[in-house]
């Protein structure tokens, strides 16, 4: 059938918002590769080639729908048209959230280092990389433990830091760093975030020579909150190995001057009282007062969830 063209400017803007993207392998299948295509007339009238009118469908959807007799059969215009918008609303929240995390390594070096002083950015890693290398083009992956407490901002940048500082050490062409909360094996889906290191910031671009970006998700998982103490509950203060626990005399505040008193890991303590505060809708602060004996004496102060345990046993 001879068809007039789609104006160019017109075929660029399909091509481009649909990303290639069969919006029937999408809509009907989940399917959400890129296709080799072409782009069809919706109502079937070569004509009309206003964008609403148009979708970018693969060669087999292409021949099913253009073969058709009438919209009475199969699939209706509406439908098609329902799939597409869904398509591209989808395209379009993902490339956004790629925007806003993808950084270029350098920006994302610099960015680190002037944040040090006052972020957290520790982190460490529960084994040695693991290989995915082919074809010449060294990919690791590399699991890591984020201690809990952290900001979103903060395990964004602690990821990120993992990322730079593994590649500086391995040089691989792609790299990914997952992170998990303590306790977390390493082994199943990210509870803290991952970090992608590779072109774009995909680690399906991974290539010999091309510019490096960072892509970072950060958990949800990451920020539910630790199993609860209740007032009452006898507990210890279990601090990150090598740390002390701060006593407060501020519920939001551990600056030296608010410190009754710091203790050593595995110090026992009694809950006093629970405060729960939800700092954004994903995000549940909990802190505890607590009671240690010090000498032969009694001391109350605020600590942070993290740094208590239920007694075992
Ligand atoms: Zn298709």
Redesign the pocket.
């Known amino acids: 059938m001879a068809r007039k063209s789609v104006p160019r400017e017109t075929e660029t803007r399909v091509l481009t918002v649909s990303g290639r993207r ?4 999408y809509g009907l ?1 989940s ?1 959400f590769d890129t ?1 080799h ?1 072409q782009i069809a007339h919706l109502d079937q009238n070569p004509e009309n080639n206003s964008f609403d009118n148009l979708a970018f ?2 060669l ?2 292409h021949d099913e729908y253009d073969s058709r007799p009438s919209q009475s059969k199969g699939l209706t215009i509406a439908e098609v048209k329902d799939y597409r918008d869904m398509l591209y609303r989808d395209l379009d929240a993902r490339r956004r959230a790629v925007r806003e995390d993808l950084v270029t390594a350098s920006a994302a070096r610099h960015e680190l280092a002037a944040a040090k002083p006052r972020l957290r950015t520790s982190y460490r890693p529960l084994r040695p990389p693991e290989d995915y290398s082919y074809a010449d083009i060294k990919r690791l992956s590399v699991a890591v433990e984020v201690p809990l407490g952290r900001s979103e901002e903060e395990v964004k940048k602690t990821l990120e830091r993992a990322a730079l500082e593994i590649a500086e050490r391995q040089t691989p062409n792609a790299l990914m760093v997952l992170g998990y909360r303590p306790g977390d094996d390493g082994k199943g889906i990210y509870t803290a975030g991952r970090a992608i290191l590779a072109p774009n910031g995909r680690w399906g671009d991974a290539a010999k020579e091309a510019q490096t970006g960072i892509a970072v998700d950060v958990a949800r998982a990451y920020f539910a909150p630790q199993a609860t103490l209740c007032p009452g509950d006898e507990a210890i203060l279990l601090p990150s190995p090598g740390g002390t626990v701060d006593l407060s005399r501020e519920r939001d505040d551990w600056t030296e001057e608010n410190i009754v008193l710091r203790v050593e890991r595995r110090t026992p303590a009694k809950v006093l009282k629970r405060h729960e505060e939800a700092l954004t809708p994903d995000r549940l602060f909990i802190r505890y007062l607590v009671q240690v004996t010090n000498g032969k004496r009694d001391v109350k102060g605020w600590v942070h969830d993290w740094d208590v345990k239920p007694v075992e046993g």
């Open positions: 069969c919006c029937l392998c299948l399917d296709k295509g469908f693969c087999p959807h």
